[in-house]
């Protein structure tokens, strides 16, 4: 089934330039990008995108991070796009549950600052997409 997921690729991938390497392996692995920007996150946008961790100890520093920088959004399309992206992606934590050859896996050290975001169900995608790209 055709889907469609968000893609961020967060301040610490940009900043380490690793927009190409994150792009190139969603090309590489067969989804179509359908919308690609560039832009900076402010405190409202990050709060809404990460609405289900208000509360959680990290909430404050992970808007903090979010916001440090520009961010690269987009949204990729393809047959399971959700899960596929997630695969490139690796688990949240770099060292403990990402694997080698994902994108954490081969260049991430920490949980918060972990390179990169993807949506992780078809609600969340669909919720995310709305708010990262009201227009598409
Ligand atoms: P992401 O996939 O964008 O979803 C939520 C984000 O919160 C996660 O990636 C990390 O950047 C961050 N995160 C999740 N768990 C922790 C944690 N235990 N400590 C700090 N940051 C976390």
Known sequence: MTERTLVLVKP???????????????ERKGLKLVA??????DRALAA?????????????????????????????????????????AGGTDPVEKAAPGSIRGDFGLETQANLVHGSD???SSAREIKLWFPDL
């Open 12 to 26: 610490d991938g940009v900043a380490r330039n690793l927009i190409g390497e994150c792009l190139a392996r969603i």
């Open 48 to 88: 809404q995108h990460y609405a289900e961790h208000d509360g959680k100890p990290f909430f404050e520093s992970l808007l903090e991070f979010i916001t440090s920088g520009p961010v690269l959004a987009a949204v990729a399309e393809g047959p399971r796009a959700i899960a596929a992206w997630r695969q490139l």
């Open 36 to 41: 690609v920007e560039l832009r900076t996150v």
């Open 121 to 123: 169900s078809p609600e």
